[in-house]
């Protein structure tokens, strides 16, 4: 369907409808802002206004100088939340600056204005028309929210301009805690929280990645927090990094049942918070007990039967999800996911944890953070945007398939599985979840559970290849990777979602960034139905100009294929390492040599051992075969900053090793 | 209440004289259809299309959508998510009806409610679009559902029916029913209303415009409808480096028209756009006056024409820095301009309105000049038989300098006079002259105009480090990119977007930082960027160094894949003239062991690519040149692009080989 396609065209109703669109539209009080009449510049934001821009900004689009948020609290615990923010652009690329404020619901915006005040003094209070309502896009078509957000597009955003927003809005009633980003991509000057509560009401505060700042108490439980200059965090350029918000400092209070003293016993309070949100929704009806008893019957031990029940999930239940107010953190019914089968990370998880618990096994919804580093055990809250679930493994069963097992702090341990990645198997855990925090929702039992590092032997990829070269430096052979763990998981993923074109085309540019003019002669793959065995890729290249003949030598790459380094430099480091996943990677080639051609030299032998990865490689030639093999192993996911020597020493190896050439000289004649 | 009473007639009568769309009723599952697992027709298909159909009713303000869909992959299984915007108000979407069948037949209907979500919302202008996704969906499955789109009285619409769609297509049936007031020759007393369009103009035609598989067309019937039956349409084209693919598919377009012909069409909009264009472009007294104060009595028509376009390239161009609101314009009292003198005084003007005042300003100044209006070749292809003149999205200038016309471009921001931005050159479009409108294309960028040339010194030492300078000039559409980056962001944005570029090109191991442009301010010169090198190049053996060839590689770049059968052209923007030379100063005692033979790879009368190595005491220098002339190729020549691309990328591979050993010895 077209939208707007139908034509302006009048007619005489047409033209009453228009007289009654006008007279409507006279109506209407002019605004100067959303749902309100003009108003002068108030003081806060005149005063705002004045503050000097600091040396440390020049280099921004803009600057914030003063953001202020003040939370009042009613008898209900719920908040209405206040921001005043001032904004000055300071170069071209910040005249894009917008104020927003995000709605639902369950929420509702009372009252919204902008003026900017330009370079030049002249003041611009912004009118209905600089507004617009949108929806939120995930950019995920399978993943779906009502949210909104109410934009204004500030009038006169020029060059030194100052842009000036207040907003005030009742915030949703469910929620218990306000998340405050003291650090964004842009500096700001000054910035401020203020939590208004209700007499007696307690509060609890937590600090991510800053040093806690003291608050002061400006009225009765109105209690206000204050920084200043706080810089930007950008990390487009930096090699390896953690992912953003990881890094991003950032404060979070909670008020009511959440706010309790010591960081264990708030952890605790919000798994039991979750744990109640969720209460009965996870009870199985008995399509579910059918089903989740025909899955286990005959199964030999607990891992067989988790396994069952899990691949059913991965593989029939589909991703889709509108959420809508409270639907953003509390799952459907599991008897609604199981007729529908389709549902998000909470919906999967419910339904998990109701299909283990008809086959007599108890499990637990794990709320976390796809993005490593964001859950901090040293900031108790419910900051996150994924679910997970641990399951009870019983004390008598010891299991080697068992390995992404958390220990809870009564000792019990838990099979950590993330049912929304729909190709890792139970037993494993995807890199991305390795190393980081979840809270166990169990009710009183509820505690933050550190997720299991998994050994390097749980992931990874073996590539071996049989080659020959031509005298004329064209190589024709055969090359089969294996992936076993996460890495075979992404593959899988790859496969179920393209069609034999794109795989094709996928592989092909994937050899030629080590196989420049390579021409894919088959292309295969073989993906065992049981997740938990590696996927192999079958394929056969012929490069026509692989060898470089150099005068009377012949340049061969040993290295065949596949790459190991990654991007870094030689900037000073602050910020961690991210080494996204533990694995082993495993290469062994063979090329048979032309006729007529010996080795003159080769690389030598590369060895590195760190405390965090090993590398070994070498070449060597038997009778007219050059072997070439190397392994690397990743035993941590994340390294401080004060590693960068080692890790820069590691990937400069790896990759003067990918580049070593083999040097091949013609024999004469005899 | 009389709408209502029309509504049930109508439908009556409707279902009486068109038994088809009692078809968009859900069918019986065809037990051969359940039990396919893949399609001979649509081999590797992640999905298949068995039926569409839609029925489009205007007098009856109503539109059905009905489709039967095969799951035959995992990827397939996305179609279950179904979208329908629509305008919220006068707009409804109602009877969401959706099933799926397995394989063995399980029929499960969508329960409950689809999603009514808002997509934007400015002032009373809402769309929304409902979200549902089918219950249960397997590989396998069928999924099947139906909507109707309603709309309020006054409204009034002619479809459009995307024909072509991303999967296969089996069996696909539209209809349409048109009111009969606005079709040619027709006098429908049914109803006293009368249309016009934005220009008072009387709606009184129908017309069409199709793009249809062979051996189709659009059929209408003595009672009034339209139809189109096609079977077997293949997917939407999915090829890497096509031109904007929407220029190309199957699709009907209906349009109740003032003109009963596309030829109608064109020349009565034409009219008014010229119309207009004169008017505003008109050299009025502050035109005249402006232009004397710029240009001198005894100026050629070339300069006169230069000094016109270096002025109105000066003013704020609001495409480049930002428009102003409505509010704002209020507030500072200003108008929307309607003259090119207005655009003048403000000093600020989009580039349209730019380009206009251009216009009047080399009218003023006694020159000959036409305004054009041209399709964004990034866009689309410009096309007589879509009757829609926004496609026309560019204006430029057409102007007679010393006997000759030449095409101008002074709505684009530090645009080099004479040149064009890529977008607007090789494409299509309607200009004024002498003789009245015509359609006229614009000429192709040519390749040398387009150039970068890399010069690298690097200071080599044993071990294969490097320090050095490099030097980028930039002539053509790369110094116009830049420019306009610099133009939006400040130049410490600029450098490192710049310092990125850099990295792309530049050999693992290695890093380059801008230090500063030259001539960044100036489009009528060359862009210069002076950078630092370093890092670690090549590797070392016992005896040697290895280096690669060619300093500025195309690493990962080999940009066409195998393809038996291209169908789309290949779409490269423009020609393109690339230099790099790269001189290696080696440390005391380091000789050439080896490098690239001089060679050269030509694809004949398109590309060539030329490498020279110059070898002298203690130097080296390797120098190679891609010239591409070209900016479209057709699909037949598919495989000589690709193949003229496999050798530079094998060639790009090669090596130094540097004999180390007396540098060893020396230490």
């Given at each position: 369907m077209r939208i707007g396609a139908a034509p302006l065209l009048r007619s005489p109703a047409v033209r009453v409808l228009s007289v009654a669109i006008v007279v409507l539209a006279m109506c209407r009080p002019a605004a100067?802002?959303?749902?309100s009449k003009p108003d002068p510049v108030p003081d806060w934001a005149l005063t705002a206004a004045k503050i000097p821009t600091p040396a440390?900004?020049?280099?921004?689009?803009?600057?914030?100088l003063s953001d202020e948020y003040v939370e009042t609290i009613d008898d209900q615990g719920r908040a209405t939340e206040r921001e005043r923010e001032a904004i000055r652009i300071?170069?071209?690329?910040?005249?894009h600056v917008a104020c927003s404020v995000g709605y639902d619901v369950?929420?509702?915006?009372d009252s919204f204005r902008e003026w900017t005040i330009t370079a030049d003094g002249k003041t611009f209070p912004a009118q209905e028309t600089d507004f617009v309502d949108k929806g939120v896009d995930?950019?995920?078509?399978v993943m779906l929210v009502a949210e909104k957000m109410r934009e204004v597009r500030p009038?006169?955003?020029?060059?030194?301009a100052t842009v000036l927003c207040e907003s005030e809005e009742q915030v949703a009633p469910y929620e218990r805690e306000k998340v405050w980003q003291?650090?964004?991509g842009v500096p700001f000057v000054f910035e401020a929280l203020e939590v208004d509560l209700p007499p007696g009401r307690p509060h609890a505060e937590s600090w991510h990645r800053y040093a806690p700042v003291k608050a002061v108490?400006?009225?009765?439980?109105h209690w206000r927090w204050e920084i200043h200059d706080m810089q930007k965090l950008d990390?487009?350029?930096?090699?390896?990094?953690?992912?953003w918000d990881a890094l991003a400092a950032r404060m979070s209070v909670s008020w009511d049942d959440?706010?309790?003293?010591g960081k264990d016993n708030q952890w605790r309070a919000w798994g039991a918070w979750y744990t109640n949100l969720e209460e009965?929704?996870?009870?199985?009806t008995p399509e579910i007990t059918a089903k989740a008893q025909q899955l286990v019957?005959?199964?030999?031990?607990f891992y067989t039967r988790v396994k069952n029940i899990t691949e059913y999930i991965q593989n029939n239940v589909q991703y889709f999800v509108v959420e809508r107010g409270i639907g953003g953190i509390q799952s459907h019914y599991a008897g609604d996911i199981f007729r529908n089968r389709y549902g998000d990370c909470k919906d999967k998880t419910t339904l998990l944890i109701a299909m283990l618990q008809a086959a007599g096994i108890r499990a637990f919804y794990v709320p976390v953070d796809?993005?490593?580093?964001?859950?901090?055990?040293?900031a108790p809250s419910m900051y996150g945007d994924h679910m997970i679930t641990a399951i009870e493994i019983p004390a008598d069963v010891k299991d080697?398939?068992?390995?992404a097992v958390a220990a809870g702090k009564d000792g019990k341990r838990y099979l950590i599985f993330d049912?929304?990645?729909?190709?890792?198997?139970?037993?494993n855990l995807p890199s991305y979840l390795q190393g980081g925090y979840g809270i166990?929702?169990?009710?009183?039992?509820?505690q933050l559970i550190a997720l299991p590092l998994l050994g390097p032997d749980t992931n990874g990829t073996q590539r071996k290849g049989s080659f020959v070269l031509s005298a004329d430096g064209a190589l024709t052979g055969t090359v089969v990777t294996s992936h076993s763990g996460p890495e075979g998981a992404d593959f899988r993923m790859f496969l179920k979602y393209t069609d034999d074109t794109e795989r094709n085309n996928f592989w092909e540019k994937y050899v030629s960034r080590d196989l420049?003019?390579?021409?894919?002669?088959s292309f295969s793959f073989i993906q065992p139905p049981s997740l938990d065995k590696p996927m192999e890729f079958h394929y056969s290249v012929a490069v026509p100009q692989y060898a470089q003949t150099v005068g009377p030598l012949l340049l061969v790459r040993a290295r065949v294929v596949g790459e190991d380094a990654v991007p870094f430099d030689d900037e000073p480091r602050t910020v961690p390492i991210s080494l996204d996943a533990t694995g082993r990677w495993r290469d062994s080639f063979d090329i048979a040599l032309p006729p007529g051609y010996v080795v003159d030299e080769m690389p030598d032998p590369i060895d590195v051992e760190t405390s965090f990865a090993s590398y070994h490689s070498s070449v060597s030639a038997k009778g007219n075969v050059l072997h070439y093999q190397r392994e690397y192993v990743v035993r941590q996911v994340e390294l401080p900053a004060t590693e960068a020597a080692a890790f820069r020493k590691l990937e400069s190896a790896i990759l003067f090793d990918e580049k070593g050439a083999v040097v091949l000289k013609k024999q004469p004649a005899q | 209440m009389r709408p209502r009473t029309l509504l049930q007639c109508a439908v009556v009568s409707l279902v009486a004289v068109s038994p088809l769309l009692a078809c968009a009723q859900f069918q019986t599952p065809n037990p051969d259809e359940l039990k396919m697992t893949s399609d001979p027709k649509a081999p590797g298909a992640a999905a298949v299309y068995l039926d569409i159909e839609e029925i489009d009713n205007d007098p009856l303000h109503y539109q059905s959508y009905y489709e039967r869909i095969k799951v035959?992959?995992?990827?397939?299984?996305?179609?279950?998510t179904v979208e329908l915007p629509y305008l919220r108000g006068d707009w409804k979407v109602t009877d969401i009806k959706a099933r799926t069948i397995h394989s063995d037949g399980t029929v499960i209907p969508l329960e409950g409610k689809p999603e009514d979500l808002l997509s934007v919302k400015r002032g009373d202008f809402q769309v929304g679009r409902k979200v549902f996704t089918l219950p249960s969906?397997?590989?396998g499955s069928v999924i099947e559902y139906s909507y109707d789109i309603r709309y309020d009285d006054n409204h009034f619409s002619s479809p459009t029916w995307?024909?072509?769609?991303p999967y296969f297509v089996h069996k696909a049936h539209y209809q349409f029913t048109p009111?009969?007031?606005?079709?040619?020759?027709t006098v429908d007393h049914s109803t006293s209303m009368y249309l016009t369009d934005s220009r008072d103009r009387p709606i009184n035609s129908l017309i069409w415009r199709r793009k249809l598989p062979a051996g189709t067309d659009v059929k209408p019937d003595i009672g009034g409808q339209y139809t189109v039956n096609v079977t077997d349409v293949p997917p939407i084209p999915d090829e890497?480096?096509?031109?904007?693919?929407e220029s190309y598919l199957y699709r009907v377009e209906f349009y109740y028209m003032a003109a009963s012909t596309p030829g109608d069409f064109w020349v009565n909009e034409a009219k008014y756009w010229s119309k207009d264009v004169d008017h505003f472009a008109e050299p009025t007294k502050a035109i005249r006056a402006a232009v004397s104060g710029i240009v001198?009595?005894?100026?050629s028509e070339q300069d006169k024409a230069r000094k016109l376009y270096t002025a109105v390239e000066a003013l704020d161009n609001t495409d480049y820095s930002r428009t102003k609101s409505a509010s704002e314009m209020k507030e500072l009292k200003?108008?929307?301009?309607?003259?090119?003198e207005d655009t003048w005084n403000q000093k600020s003007g989009s580039s349209d309105d730019i380009a206009l005042l251009y216009l009047a300003m080399l009218r003023a100044a006694g020159l000959t000049a036409y305004p054009m209006k041209v399709e964004d070749r990034s866009q689309g292809l410009f096309d007589l038989?879509?009757?829609?003149?926004?496609?026309?999205d560019i204006t430029l200038v057409v102007a007679t300098i010393d006997g000759k016309e030449v095409i101008l471009d002074?709505?684009?921001?530090?645009?080099?006079?004479?040149?064009?931005n890529w977008r607007h050159a090789e494409t299509r479009g309607i200009r004024e002259s002498e003789k009245g409108m015509s359609v006229m294309n614009t000429p192709p960028e040519a390749y040398n105009q387009n150039t970068v040339t890399r010069t690298a010194d690097l200071s080599l030492d044993a071990h294969g480090g490097v320090t050095g300078s490099l030097m980028v000039v930039m002539t053509g559409q790369q110094a116009l990119q830049w420019r306009q980056t610099a133009i939006e962001n400040d130049m410490t944005e600029v450098k490192k977007s710049f310092d990125r570029s850099l990295a792309d090109i530049m050999p693992d191991g290695t890093e380059g930082h801008i230090d500063h442009f030259l001539g960044?301010?100036?489009?009528?010169s060359n862009l210069i960027a002076i950078c630092t090198v370093k890092g670690s190049l090549g590797t070392a053996t016992a005896r040697r160094l290895l280096l690669p060839?060619?300093?500025f590689e195309t690493r990962g770049q080999v940009p066409f894949v195998k393809q038996e059968k291209r169908q789309e052209q290949v779409d490269m923007r423009y020609g393109s003239l690339v230099t790099d030379e790269v001189t290696y100063a080696l440390p005391v005692g380091m000789t050439m062991e080896g490098a690239p033979q001089d060679s050269k790879v030509a694809w004949a009368g398109h590309a060539v690519f030329v490498v020279k190595t110059q070898s002298a005491l203690g130097k080296l220098t390797v120098v190679d040149i891609v010239a591409r002339g070209f900016a479209l190729a057709n699909p037949d020549d598919y495989q000589q692009l690709r193949g003229f691309y496999q050798k530079v990328a094998a060639t790009d591979q090669q090596e130094l080989v540097l004999d180390t050993a007396t540098v060893a010895k020396g230490n």
């Open positions: 100067a802002g959303w749902g440390y900004a020049r280099d921004s689009g803009s600057v914030i300071l170069q071209p690329q910040g005249r369950d929420e509702k915006i995930t950019g995920v078509p009038p006169a955003a020029d060059v030194g003291i650090q964004t108490q400006v009225a009765p439980n990390l487009r350029d930096v090699k390896a990094s953690p992912d959440i706010a309790v003293a009965h929704r996870s009870d199985p019957a005959g199964a030999p031990d796809d993005r490593r580093g964001v859950v901090d055990p040293d080697a398939r068992l390995e049912p929304t990645n729909e190709r890792t198997p139970a037993g166990l929702s169990a009710g009183a039992d509820s420049p003019g390579v021409t894919l002669n | 035959l992959t995992e990827k397939g299984k996305e179609l279950a969906v397997e590989v995307d024909i072509q769609k009111f009969k007031a606005f079709m040619s020759g890497e480096w096509m031109p904007p693919i001198a009595p005894g100026d200003i108008k929307v301009a309607k003259r090119a038989s879509y009757m829609n003149f926004d496609q026309l002074p709505g684009e921001k530090m645009c080099p006079f004479g040149r064009l960044i301010d100036d489009p009528n060839a060619f300093f």
